[in-house]
């Protein structure tokens, strides 16, 4: 038997099978996929579930599966439905008696359909309706591994409809001999019946039936259909978690979990990857259960590779690319392809090869082996032992935990061993060599560059080789870098504190790290270093060698030059130089940078600014160019303490730092820099634009003539400007400025510094503290600290910021403060001060002054204490009148004549003594009068007048706009809707509008007058005078027994207490609560009561009252009237005239005061059956019940009443 190639078994697919031979054009059981010619299917395949047979929906989700695969596989479109038998391009049959229609095959059969009623070996047509039939009991749908065989059988059937016959000459079942190859395997195809190594040992190991197609089988699809193979065209994970768009493979991973942690094992599958599209990736790592077999991958297309313990069960289809790929716990094997792939390899020993592309390979945990190949690769050791080799292209290598071997080959490399002990080879290319942990680090051929970014617990060993190799430093830090003293190579890490000896040779130079290092430079035999430089950030670097050359870096960097001869540099930056009592060439370069000229010993100085030289222990007159040293590039030149300093200056620009003493220094020609340095100075600059720096201690500093430029420095100085353009900066201390006649920008800094100015043009900052601006002259100033600018007419121009301090001379000045805590001093004049914000002092001084509050904040003013609240809490002194804004105000007075302004907001205001005046402005106001004469105008809104605090029992009317006395003082009032008694007898009286009145304390007496009124009678005994025509209006008694009084009304009146609002007629429409009493009118009005004690009076007229619950007080007053007294213990005065006095059962005890039979009273009981006469207490009393009767007062003889008394 013969060992099949692959074409032998595309052809056996194709023409083989025994049942099939005769095809006579290639096309035997073929479909035509185009639009014309026998059957054309247009590409399309119809797909009938045979109406008239009950298909589960199993298996037709198991068909849909399997048929959309084999559809995206030939680029067709593939459509289902429940339908004709006959009539689908594929018809699906279930056919239970299995045995008679097709014995001996398996559970599932293709049947073709070449029309035309031919045999089979005339017909070379293609298909038309063929079918698929399968025996439904044959099928466990319950198991879904077994659901995952199904979906390979029915792929199985429908390649046979599309062509393709057996691999072998079998059907159903297979034996040995009927293999047409020894090596016949499902391995190669689908449509294989030979399991892998059934028969003989073979290449493949898999222990299920292919899910997908196999390389033979595409083969023989291509050659007989010449497909261009294209899926998964988007990004797709293939394994576990994966997103194949066939949804039925995520599914069997899914399944492989499942089983893997339910039995510890797995049906091994075989699968094939077509992918031509997106970012793809391979997951062998799942994240439910562990699938620790060693793989063998191979990601380039057309190669099989060995998964999840089978062997060669995965295919890569010819043009498939997968990009990505992950591995669990094996020790793999996986081998990349041209594209740029991304491998991780998980845990155990790995082999990883990138082969083509910018490959990024991931060893994981593990002694892994990574080879990048071709591209720039970046390759990652992970934990173990790693092996990591670059090969062509800059890779870059990080070996991770443990001892590694990296080699960077060919390229400019990136070599990073990571943690542990590693042996780093940079071999070709201008390497970096990151030396990390520790190890022996060889730089190679090129020019390498060697990285320290930390020290590790190993020693290192540093060989650059040949070429010209650079030591570097590296660091994460913002501002700590390394210390490297190359007298002893010891490098300490100035972040950590690591240290360690670098044992370094073949260098030959050395750069610093972006941030601060510390370099001490010395001679070194086993190096040929030529230069050092600090590179970035501010370094520290002492130079004991004259052999190599130094340069600072960008930055502001230390050198200290202790070697005569020594060639050191700044760079950029402002560099600081000392200079230890040697000779050399220092040059500041790009900059400000500044000497130190210093020494160990008491020894002169000279420096000649000119020249450019310098020399210690020589005059002036003695410095050479060969016997001193040279120097360019500083713009600042210092002295050691011990030093005495001999400078050559002139009527040039002369810079001078004096002693730790006082010093007086004075200036003539030119811009001359003074510093005082310690001492209480005294600096004169005289002509010229001078800098003078005071510095520590109490400092005299006077500008004279020129644009100069003084700097107090600490203490409390006393600065004078002079004569030009000048330029102060205070420093610290509470300093006093004293301005001169020019254009002047003035500093206070900190302190609370004092700026007095006149004339000229100013800009002044005063800086933290409490700052003073003074000016001097009587004039009417407007200085406003939130404007920052002030002129006048006599020239004075100051703009200023950080000023929380105001100070004015005569005149009638408006100052305002800013949000800081303001003293405001106005001295003589009608002044207005406004603080802004913040705990300020308002001063007005003499004068009639006035603060004003515009924040709109809510203010709290007493003028009598002299607070204000609401913007700080402000000092007020000497202030008369108050002004305020939009908030919702108090203002309290004191006893001067006093003007408050309230504005927008529901303000309170409250004159105390003096002739106030008090606006309420805009807003629902109250407005306290009455101790003195005082005007009050309520404003817009709806405004309530009050009375000062002291005022008693006072008679006042809104109606009237004159004066009205009310006591001890009077009020004009206008504007207000609301009037506020006082605690006494008060008689408040409304106007035409709708009026709040409200008696507070006391027995009052208020009148609302015409409008809708609320009136609230507060505590007491009130009386509530209505009046016809006065509106609908709102009573509240509030405490105490109150009346509602109808007595002046010009009509009668008709009321019942117990509704609480009722239509009076021309009295309108009111509500009332706690009205106990009511007196009615000189008209026959109707009263009725409450279930309160109620107090009831007719007044004249026939009146009706009815007394409801309660010990009710009823008087009919003048005429005939009706009194009922109704429930509870009634007193009943019927007054003069012939009153009705009526009861029935249940009335309780009642008394008639007046009782008068010859004035025509009358009593009427109603459904009484019997009464009698008696004396209880001490009246004669007429029983009628058990607990009814009436007493009458002053009436001793039954008969008196008898023959007054009706029966109803």
Known sequence: MQNGSLDDMVYQLRHGYFEWSGGVDGHWRKFNFGSSGWFPKNNKIKVHFDEDDPIPQEIKDIVKDSFRYVADVMNIDVSFKVGDGDDGDVNIHRVDDWDAFFGGTEFAAASADLGLGLPFTDRDHYQDHPDISFELSAFDLDDPYSVMEYRSVFIHEFTHLLGLGHLGDYNGTVSSSERVFSNDSRGYSIMSYVAPNQFEPGIFDFSSRPWT???????????????????????????????????FINENFDLLEQQMIEVGGIVVPALTIIDT????????????????????????????????????????????????????????????????????????????????????????????????????????????????????????????????????????????????????????????????????????????????????????????????????????????????????????????????????????????????????????????????NGYDGEDHITVLTSTIRVNGGDHADDLIVAASGAYVRGGKGNDNFVIEGVNASIGGQRGRDVVLFDASTDVGVSVDTGLGLYGYGQTLAELTEETSGDFSGFVR????????????????????????????????????????????????GGTGADILYGEGGADTLYGGVGDDTLYGGGGSDWIETGYGDDSVEAGSGDDTIICGSGFEMLRGDDGDDLFVVETGQKQINGGS???????????????????????????????????????????????????????????????????????????????????????????????????????????????????????????????????????????????????????????????????????????EGYDTLGFDEGLSGVIFSLAVSTAQDVGSGSITASGFEALLGTDGHDELTGDNDDNLLEGQGGNDTLVGL????????????????????????????????????????????????????????????????????????????????????????????????????????????????????????????????????????????????DFNGKEGDVIVLSGVEHYDFEVIGDWLSLRYGEEDWISFKSIEDPDAIIANLEIL
């Open 213 to 247: 197609y196999r390389e033979v089988d595409l083969l023989a699809l291509d050659m007989h259909y010449n497909i261009d193979f294209s899926m998964e065209e988007e990004a797709t994970r293939w394994g576990f978690n994966g997103n194949v768009s066939h949804s």
């Open 277 to 532: 599209g997106g970012e793809d990736e391979l997951n062998l790592r799942s994240s439910a259960a562990a699938f620790n077999f060693d793989a063998v991958l191979d990601l380039r297309s057309g190669q099989y590779s060995d998964i999840l313990g089978g062997v060669n069960n995965l295919w890569i289809q010819q043009d498939s690319v997968i990009e990505n790929a992950i591995t669990a716990g094996g020790a793999d094997h996986i081998t990349g392809n041209r594209v740029a792939n991304e491998i991780s390899a998980g845990g155990n020993s790995d082999t990883v090869l990138g082969a083509g592309g910018n490959d990024t390979l991931y060893g994981e945990d593990g002694a892994d082996s990574l080879e990048g190949g071709a591209g720039r690769d970046e390759l990652w050791g992970g934990a173990q032992d790693d092996t990591l080799y670059g090969d062509g292209g800059g890779d870059r290598l990080y070996g991770g935990d443990d001892a590694d071997l990296i080699e960077g080959g060919g390229g400019n490399d990136t070599l990073n061993g990571e943690e542990g002990l590693d042996t780093v080879y940079g071999n070709a290319g201008k390497d970096k060599i990151y030396l990390e942990d520790g190890g022996n680090f060889y730089g190679g051929s090129g020019n390498d560059t060697f990285w320290i970014n930390d020290l590790g617990a190993f020693a290192y060993t540093v060989d650059g080789e040949t070429n010209k190799d650079i030591l570097r430093f590296a660091t994460s830090s913002s501002s700590a870098g390394f210390l490297l003293d190359m007298t002893t190579r010891q490098v300490t890490n100035l972040l950590t504190g690591n240290s360690a000896v670098v044992n370094y040779a073949g260098l030959e130079q050395i750069k610093g790290s972006v941030v601060n290092d510390i370099f001490v430079v010395d001679e070194d035999a086993a190096n040929a270093f030529t230069d050092l």
């Open 637 to 684: 030149y210092n002295t050691g303490t011990n030093l005495t300093l001999t400078f050559n200056g002139s009527n040039r620009r002369d810079v001078v730092y004096g002693g730790d003493l006082n010093d007086e220094i004075t200036g003539n020609g030119g811009a001359d820099l003074f510093h005082g340095q310690g001492g209480e100075d005294t600096l004169s």
């Open 769 to 939: 503290g409490e700052d003073t601006l003074e000016f001097l002259g009587k004039l009417d100033r407007i200085v406003d600290l939130g404007e920052t600018k002030y002129n006048d007419e006599l020239g004075l121009t100051v703009d200023f910021v950080n000023i929380e301090n105001v100070i004015t001379q005569d005149g009638t000045d408006s100052i305002t403060g800013n949000s800081a805590d303001n003293l405001l001093i106005a001295n003589d004049g009608n002044d207005t001060l406004e603080g802004r914000g913040g705990d300020d002092t308002l001063n007005g001084g003499a004068g009639a002054d006035l603060a004003v509050y515009q924040s709109g904040n809510d203010i709290t003013v007493d003028l009598t204490e002299g607070v204000a609240t609401g913007e700080g809490t402000d000092t007020l002194i000497g202030i008369e009148d108050v002004t305020t804004a939009s908030g919702d105000d108090e203002l309290t007075g004191n006893d001067e004549d006093n003007v408050l302004t309230a504005n927008d907001g529901n303000d309170l205001l409250a004159g105390n003594g003096g002739n106030d005046r008090l606006y309420g402005g805009t807003g629902n106001d109250t407005v306290l009068a009455g101790n003195g004469e005082d005007t009050a105008t309520g404003g």
């Open 1010 to 1153: 015409r409008g809708s009124d609320v009136i609230d009678g507060g505590a007491g005994r009130d009386s509530f005078i209505a009046l016809s025509g006065d509106g609908d209006d709102i009573y509240d008694g509030g405490g105490g027994s109150d009346w509602l009084d109808f007595s002046f009304g010009e009509e009668a009146v008709d009321i019942k207490l117990s509704l609480g609002e009722q239509d009076l007629g021309s009295y309108g429409t009111d509500s009332w609560v706690r009205i106990e009493n009511v007196r009615g009118t000189k008209f026959g009005d109707s009263i009725v009561g409450d279930p309160n004690d109620n107090a009831l009076e007719g007044g004249k007229g026939n009146d009706l009252l009815a007394g409801g619950k309660g010990a009710d007080d009823l008087n009919g007053g003048v005429n005939d009237d009706t009194l009922w007294g109704e429930l509870g213990n009634d007193t009943l005065t019927g007054g003069r005239g012939a009153d009705t006095f009526q009861f029935k059962s249940g009335h309780g005890q009642d008394l008639i005061a």
